[in-house]
């Protein structure tokens, strides 16, 4: 008797694991290349939402099951739902990926890509707060051979990551570039040989998730903040943030691990 094939459409779009501090989310759609239909979004959406809200969890590692990070959209799924106010993605208990609606997850996101990464793969780099690609990744930010525009940051981010001219090189063209080029623009942090894009993006993670978290979170914040709102809007929050800091349970096992030279384990509070 034969088994009878596992129905794709019953398979999470987006895997979810606990290790320790650290959640490690990943695009589950590798038949497809993990083109992003609407299921994959809210899915994905919902365990940014889980990262922010459990006090457990300290850092996202996002990564992709398969041989691509991501094809893209899948717009034969997506292009019917975009109503007039675009696209619904976020689900109650969700946030947005992207930030494209003014909310982020509070925790920092490592992202590792290889294969293929088109369009809001770039856009999901972009919003993340480090990325390691594998030498074999190809990038594309092709949404104008579609035509559309990219929706997902690109317009807002891309630019400033890299510099008005390459960012309009390669978005206005929709040609591929390759790792290295990500890198000599600052899309990415990292290059590594193909296959050890995860393991590091992990030990990263790790690394962040070793240090004080509310302490990490502070920073991610008031330094979004300087791009947000500019760096007077930073530099007036510091002062406070500095004192709330100061008065937590981490500032005390830190001081205690700097004059008994140990490594401190914080706690969070």
């Known amino acids: 008797m034969s088994e009878t094939a596992p129905d794709p459409a019953s398979t999470p779009r987006v895997t979810v694991e606990r290790d320790g501090h650290l959640l490690l989310i ?51 799924d997506v292009v019917p739902r975009i109503g007039p106010q675009g696209l619904a993605m976020v689900p109650e208990g969700g946030i947005h990926p992207w930030g494209m609606d003014g909310t982020r997850v509070r925790k920092p996101v490592v992202l590792a890509v290889q294969g293929t990464c088109l369009t809001l793969g770039i856009e999901l780099a972009l919003a993340s707060d480090i990325v390691v690609a594998a030498d074999d990744t190809v990038f594309a930010q092709l949404e104008v051979a579609r035509a559309i525009l990219p929706f997902g940051g690109a317009t807002t981010r891309f630019a400033r990551a890299a510099g008005w001219g390459d960012a309009m090189r390669w978005m206005l063209t929709g040609d591929r570039f390759d790792a290295a080029e990500a890198h000599r623009m ?84």
Not at 210 to 230: D, F, I, K, M, S
């Open 186 to 269: 600052g899309l990415v942090q990292e290059v590594v040989p193909a296959g050890e894009q995860l393991a590091r993006a992990r030990e990263l993670a790790g690394r962040i998730a070793a240090q004080a978290p509310l302490a990490v979170q502070a920073t991610l914040a008031n330094a979004r903040l300087a791009v947000r709102e500019g760096e007077a809007a930073a530099e007036a929050q510091l002062p406070r943030e500095l004192v709330r800091l100061a008065q937590t349970e981490d500032a005390r096992i830190g001081m205690q691990a700097f004059l008994t030279r140990t490594d401190p384990e914080f706690v969070g509070r």
């Open 26 to 76: 990943g695009l589950n759609r590798p038949e497809k290349r993990n083109a992003a239909d609407v299921a994959m979004l809210e899915q994905l959406a919902l365990a940014y939402g889980e990262l922010d809200r459990d006090p457990e969890l300290r850092v996202g590692v996002v990564f992709a099951h398969g041989d691509h990070f991501t094809g893209g959209l899948d717009l034969a």
